[in-house]
């Protein structure tokens, strides 16, 4: 597949060696003449210099046939444009851009970004993971249905403990999937499974009722 | 009418004082405060710090009351941005946008943003007068 990168940083430039190493056509826009000339000594010609924000730079590099156009500039408002432009200008079927800010993922989205990339998010799921008392860590997110993958950790101090899985209060949205016990092997929750200290518990629910279920997972 | 300003520099602040000597109720957004010194000390409206291209800053300047919303950073893109969250997320019912790069400017004017380039309007003003002054000589 062809793929458009915009923006020659760190991010895009181990992006471009990994596509390019999955042997993809791929093509790096980068303004700043000085990174262009780096990665091209060093990669080859895949660096071409321009603003990736304007249709006349994506028209010269043949945007029209590219399967993917991926943003990974340091500003959120250039990586929109860029994205808006592609999809609007060059019927490109799939924009992927990097958020800064990860509030902006509900208005890229609207705007008819495909995919959005928060890595504040990510870092910050990264770090709670390696947080030990967090009670609540976030895995994963699946967007396009909404719903996050989590950790939930009963400990000694959950009013839970000792409760069975039918008596506690979920919200709708949410799923147990897996319990991995302090000792022994993980399983799958059934009605009458009984929480113990130690437990991590894997569920799937909403964004929105995450709270929630860690209410009625661990108590209040 | 309640109107918001994102950029106070020459356009912006020039621009705030008329609106603001008309009657109207102006807050003016800038990431930089060294740039309200460009309002007269006659300006009755609100000089807000705050970057326009984030949500919480559109919310604090009030922007779910506004009639009207003005992007007039030098950025293009960040004008672009900031008028499509004033737009999307906020339902603000005028969204005007300056967009100096004039392909950009007709891109975002057909996806329903009310968008002026400056570079064109200048360029054909100065051709006009040039224009206007052959017309009379010729005369």
């Not at chain 1, 629910?205 to 209040?220: D, H, I, Y």
């Not at chain 2, 000390?41 to 609100?46: E, I, Q, R, Y």
Request: with cysteine; proline share 4%; aromatic share 4%.
């Amino acid at each position: 597949m062809y793929i458009i990168v915009i923006g020659g940083g760190r991010l895009g430039y181990y992006l471009l060696k990994a596509l390019l190493n999955e042997g993809h056509e791929v093509l790096v826009l980068e303004k700043d003449s000085r990174i262009c000339r780096t990665i091209t000594d060093e990669l080859g010609s895949v660096c071409f210099r321009g603003d990736g924000c304007e249709a006349s730079t994506l028209a010269e590099v043949g945007t029209g046939r590219a399967g993917m156009l991926v943003a990974v500039t340091g500003d959120d408002e250039d990586n929109l444009v860029a994205c808006q432009v592609a999809k609007h200008k060059h019927n490109v079927p799939r924009t992927v851009a990097r958020l800064r800010n990860p509030q902006n993922a509900i208005l890229f989205k609207k705007l008819g970004v495909d995919v959005t990339i928060s890595t504040t998010d990510i870092i910050l799921e990264a770090i709670e993971r390696e947080v030990p008392t967090h009670p609540l860590t976030q895995l994963m997110s699946i967007d396009e249905k909404g719903l996050v993958i989590v950790d939930v950790k009963i400990t000694p101090e959950s009013t839970t403990v000792g409760k069975k899985v039918k008596e506690l209060s979920l919200p709708k949205e949410s799923k147990l999937a897996l319990i991995i016990p302090n000792k022994g092997n993980a399983h799958v929750p059934a009605a009458n499974t009984v929480l113990q200290a130690g437990d991590q518990i894997i569920a799937v629910t909403s964004p929105e009722t995450k709270g929630a279920l860690q209410v009625a997972l661990r108590g209040v | 009418m309640k109107i918001i300003i994102m950029g106070c520099g020459r356009v912006g602040a020039r621009f705030a004082s008329l609106m603001d000597e008309d009657g109207h109720e102006v807050t003016v957004l800038d990431n930089d405060t060294y740039s309200f010194r460009r309002l007269p000390a006659s300006f009755g409206g609100t000089a807000l710090f705050g970057n326009g291209i984030d949500e919480e800053a559109q919310k604090r300047a009030g922007i779910e009351e506004a009639d009207i919303f003005v992007a007039l950073t030098q950025g293009d893109n960040r004008n672009v941005m900031s008028c499509q969250i004033a737009k999307h997320i906020f339902n603000v019912p005028r969204v005007m946008c300056r967009i100096y790069d004039p392909l950009r400017e007709e891109m975002y004017s057909v996806l329903g943003l009310e968008t002026i380039s400056p570079t064109k309007v200048f360029a054909q003003l100065l051709k006009e007068k040039i224009e206007k002054k052959e017309e009379k000589a010729e005369d």
